[in-house]
């Protein structure tokens, strides 16, 4: 189930990043306001000394000397910016947000490395340097300033609005809020103890020689699935091989290192939430495997909260279908309206 693929050196990809890297990291960090044009843009920051980069989507008419309501957005887990950023921020710049994506510390057009290694501890403090970056723009509303998650992507958003005041309020779309319950409870109990060791004889490897492999973050599933998999493992073929997959995102790969599991244990909020006062909107689709995870979040959760249950939809539903999305987006303009 874990076939490993070719070795990747880190020698080379410390070469192959000197091209990305610039001298002057306040350069990195200069935005020419002349050039900013509704729609996307590229933009880049720093974040734990690594140039970041990130997608910034303009309304329709965008003036530089206007202020707008911001969106900071923390993407699925293993996602490029081009994925479910790119559709939800087209979706919020039409309403009138300017809206931000970027891909974290070893993702995408972003440095560092091992690439493709999803883990809270990049994403928090990615996710704090992209606010502290989007601030400094003049058209940002620094009073109108909004976080926004999906699957793995609210975990990291509540973890880093509980305890930054920066952040008005909080949406999330089918919050994947317990990655331990996701990781031990899809696995039966021989195939998670191969996971974990392959995860240890790589970061063995990986210590001794500086190289590690890739292995299939869908476990190896065969192509298309056959129909006695789960919707969910249907559904995820759909999305990330049909829908939006290498092909549309060049920089989206469906392997990860071996060094880590398909999902970090500690990306957890369920502990936490009994502590969350940041107004909060919980979106959840009827029919996702996340929903009573989604559910338990907002019943703990200690401040203003709404809830919206999207009938019908599956997980995967929300983060393109229109038929679920669009009146999930109507609802997280409003709500973000109230503060």
């Given at each position: 189930m874990f076939v490993s693929t070719a070795g990747f050196s880190q020698n080379k990809l410390n070469n192959n990043l000197k091209s990305n890297k610039m001298s002057n990291h306040q350069n990195v960090l200069a935005v020419d306001y002349g050039q900013l044009k509704e729609g996307k843009n590229r933009l880049y920051f720093m974040s734990q000394g690594y140039k970041l980069a990130g997608d910034l989507y303009l309304p329709k008419d965008f003036n530089s000397n206007k202020k707008y309501p911001t969106v900071i957005y923390t993407r699925v887990g293993t996602q490029v910016k081009e994925q479910t950023g790119a559709t939800y921020g087209n979706k919020l710049a039409a309403k009138g947000y300017a809206f931000f994506v970027f891909d974290p510390k070893n993702f995408g057009d972003s440095e560092g490395e091992v690439r493709n290694y999803e883990s809270i501890h990049n994403m928090v403090p990615n996710t704090t340097d992209a606010i502290s970056f989007l601030r400094t723009l003049t058209f940002v509303d620094r009073d109108k300033f909004y976080g926004l998650g999906a699957c793995a992507g609210a975990p990291y958003i509540c973890n880093v609005a509980i305890g930054d005041a920066r952040i008005k309020a909080v949406a999330t779309l089918v919050g994947n809020f317990d990655a331990a319950a996701s990781l031990f409870?899809?696995?039966?109990?021989?195939?998670?103890?191969?996971?974990?060791?392959?995860?240890?004889?790589?970061?063995?490897?990986y210590y001794e020689t500086g190289e590690y492999e890739m292995a299939p973050i869908f476990g190896g599933m065969p192509l298309p699935p056959p129909d006695t998999a789960s919707k969910a493992?249907?559904?995820?073929?759909?999305?990330?091989?049909?829908?939006?997959?290498?092909?549309?995102?060049?920089?989206?790969?469906?392997?990860?290192?071996?060094?880590?599991?398909?999902?970090?244990?500690?990306?957890?909020?369920?502990?936490?939430?009994?502590?969350?006062?940041?107004?909060?909107?919980?979106?959840?689709?009827?029919?996702?495997?996340?929903?009573?995870?989604?559910?338990?979040?907002?019943?703990?959760?200690?401040?203003?909260?709404?809830?919206?249950?999207?009938?019908?939809a599956s997980h995967m539903d929300l983060y393109d279908n229109d038929k679920y999305l669009d009146p999930a987006m109507d609802k997280v303009d409003d709500f973000f309206k109230k503060y």
């Open positions: 409870g899809a696995y039966p109990k021989e195939i998670l103890d191969k996971m974990l060791q392959t995860a240890a004889e790589a970061k063995q490897k493992m249907k559904d995820a073929y759909g999305y990330y091989f049909l829908r939006a997959g290498q092909d549309k995102c060049p920089n989206y790969t469906t392997n990860y290192p071996t060094i880590g599991l398909p999902v970090d244990p500690s990306r957890v909020f369920m502990n936490q939430a009994k502590f969350f006062t940041t107004p909060f909107l919980v979106i959840a689709g009827s029919e996702a495997f996340t929903h009573d995870m989604d559910r338990e979040v907002y019943e703990m959760a200690a401040g203003e909260k709404e809830w919206m249950d999207i009938e019908g």
